[in-house]
């Protein structure tokens, strides 16, 4: 199923006129982030029509609605990954009801490996700009003019006043902060050491097997993009540890104090803040 109205239309229905802001993407390890959020509302994904039910441990599948600190969220509570089924448009519908639904903006987390000796596991990185090495897109195949353009620029795609605001709410809430270049490496396989030395060449801070697709999506959909990757490990050949899921998402967790003070602090500001131009 490809159309997002009757999802964005459940969503709607369930916030009651109090329609959400923010859509903020909860990755792997994260999912414990929705603990913070004032929640008025819960529902599964497959209550949702089209919505992709995912397969990985640590993406719980649901939707919440609520308020953080005065800020309107949908939270999505795990993500389904182009891995999982070859599709790279998993996350095509989601992301686009969530626009219909309301929101103006997606803030999108996920795990990744550091590239940056400098950059050590369990500490925060902004997203500045991605590298797409899977070569896939969602938004291959016939494009629907009334959601977005053909041809979407993505100069600017990690909007630099939300990424000013998410330091400002860093340096306040006294969380290390660091701001990267993110490559979207298909996966489910981690990297091989060379793959790792190569990427290093091409200018990649850190690496994971998500967020990309939702960016790409969001951007042409009109949704302003910011997004917080929780370094997990060092990458494939730049430590002697053996990578596993288990282990990134054990790392994640420890990173989600962090995340969750500088989040609180973010939704304070932006719930002053109108993010315009
Ligand atoms: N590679 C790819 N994806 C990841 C990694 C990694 O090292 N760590 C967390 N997600």
């Known amino acids: 199923m490809n159309d997002f109205r009757p999802a964005a239309d459940e969503i709607r229905a369930l916030a009651r006129g109090h329609l959400p802001r923010v859509g903020l993407v909860l990755g792997s390890g994260l999912e414990t982030v929705v603990d913070s959020i004032d929640q008025s509302a819960t529902i599964a994904y497959d209550a949702l029509p089209g919505f ?8 719980q599948g649901q939707l919440v609605l609520g308020e ?5 969220i949908a939270c999505l509570q795990g993500r389904a990954h182009a891995y999982e089924g070859g599709d790279p448009g998993q996350m095509r519908l989601p992301i686009r009801a969530l626009k219909s639904a309301g929101c103006e903006m997606v803030i999108l987390t996920c795990a990744a490996g550091s590239l940056n000796p400098s950059m050590p596991p369990g500490h925060l990185m902004c997203f500045t700009d991605h590298i797409n090495w899977s070569g896939l897109s969602p938004l291959v195949g016939p494009n629907d003019d009334d959601v977005g353009p053909r041809f979407v620029d993505l100069t600017g795609a990690y909007d630099s006043r939300l990424r000013s605001l998410l330091e400002q709410a860093a340096v306040e809430a006294h969380v ?10 298909l996966g489910p396989n981690f990297e091989t050491p060379a793959e790792i030395r190569a990427f290093q060449y091409l200018g990649a801070d850190a690496v994971g097997m998500s967020t990309v697709p939702e960016c790409l999506v969001a951007r042409h959909c009109g949704l302003r993009v910011a997004a917080l990757a929780v370094i997990t490990n060092f990458a494939a050949g730049l430590d002697s540890g053996v990578l596993s899921h288990e282990g990134t998402l054990a790392s994640g967790q420890q990173a989600v104090p962090g ?9 304070t500001l932006l719930a002053d803040t109108a993010v315009t131009g």
């Open 52 to 59: 992709p039910i995912p397969s990985v441990e640590g993406h």
């Open 68 to 72: 953080w600190n005065g800020v309107r």
């Open 176 to 185: 290390d902060w660091y701001q990267g270049v993110y490559l979207w490496s």
């Open 259 to 267: 995340m969750v003070r500088m989040l609180d602090r973010f939704f």
